[in-house]
Nanobody, 125 residues
Framework: VQLQACGGGLAQAGGSLRLSCTPSVGTFSGYTVGWFRQSPGKERAFVAAIRWGGGTTLYETSVKGRFTISSDKRDRMKDMVYLQMNNLKPEDTAMYYC????????????????WGQGTQVTVSS
């Protein structure tokens, strides 16, 4: 499955952005879809994940209550996973990536594959 991530941009602190992840080829069936972020000089870090079809979600502590991951499956339309980001903070500034895994561990970055190209989120104070 090849992934496309989009929806990043510039927001003010306290603002909102919604990221989207979709497979350009294939579907999310059987996968857990995760969002990750990476700032310059830092390692890629887990943000949130959702099991496709089952709806189980997992969030990194600092985004709980501010970010919501969701899935959307409609007939004849591409599978979508969204990351709604509210009450953004300057420390949320990063390149955001989506990826998939078939592993049970939802938060393990090393178990994810098929990384999308990333979408930049910049939050100004």
């Amino acid at each position: 499955v090849q992934l496309q991530a989009c929806g990043g941009g510039l927001a003010q602190a306290g603002g909102s952005l919604r990221l989207s992840c979709t497979p350009s080829v294939g579907t999310f069936s059987g996968y857990t879809v995760g969002w990750f972020r990476q700032s310059p000089g830092k390692e890629r870090a887990f943000v949130a994940a959702i099991r496709w079809g089952g709806g189980t979600t997992l969030y990194e502590t600092s985004v709980k209550g501010r970010f919501t991951i969701s899935s959307d499956k409609r007939d004849r339309m591409k599978d979508m996973v969204y990351l709604q980001m509210n009450n953004l903070k300057p420390e949320d500034t990063a390149m955001y990536y989506c990826a998939v895994t078939t592993a049970r561990a939802m938060g393990a970055v090393r178990l994810y594959t098929n990384w999308g190209q990333g979408t930049q989120v910049t939050v100004s104070s």
